[in-house]
């Protein structure tokens, strides 16, 4: 079967806006900042849930409500979404033990902790693109 062309058009915007993302967060996590290291995890988690936002919009035409958060929980299963959150704050608490560990190579330092960076962006994208399209084909479900 076949996919709609704008289907294929949404999940392409949507790989976009991860890919862009993790590129950014990458590059910012590699940066070094000694002393503003819990405001740059906040903007970095922040970029993150934006990146969740955008990409629901880019399926609904509409931003996220609160409502349609719980809707998409209870359709698609919270143990999905516990799950990544687990590993996300694993993978956040690894790159801070990690930095710690290679503070004394400073470029190996910026290379590891931006792919570790990136990476996590990369799979709380990825993960929640297939939360959002498995909403998506629920509701189309529901309209036909």
Not at 3 to 15: G, I, K, N, T, V
Not at 103 to 111: L, S
Not at 112 to 136: C, D, H, K, M
Request: glycine share 12%; proline share 3%.
């Amino acid at each position: 079967m076949a996919e709609p062309a704008d289907l294929q058009a949404m999940r392409y915007e949507a790989l976009l806006k991860i890919m862009r993302t993790m590129g950014g967060v990458a590059l910012s996590g590699a940066v070094p900042t000694p002393t503003l290291e819990l405001a740059k995890q906040l903007g970095i988690s922040i970029t993150d849930a934006w990146m969740c936002f955008d990409i629901y919009r880019t399926y609904f035409g509409k931003d996220l409500k609160k409502q349609e958060l719980a809707h998409m929980l209870q359709t698609t299963g919270l143990i999905f979404l516990g799950g990544g959150i687990a590993g996300y704050a694993g993978i956040r608490l690894a790159q801070v033990l990690l930095r710690d560990l290679l503070e004394t190579i400073p470029i190996a330092n910026a290379i590891i902790t931006g792919i570790a960076f990136g990476s996590s962006t990369l799979l709380l994208g990825l993960a929640w693109l297939a939360l959002v399209e498995q909403s998506y084909f629920a509701g189309a479900g529901e309209a036909s």
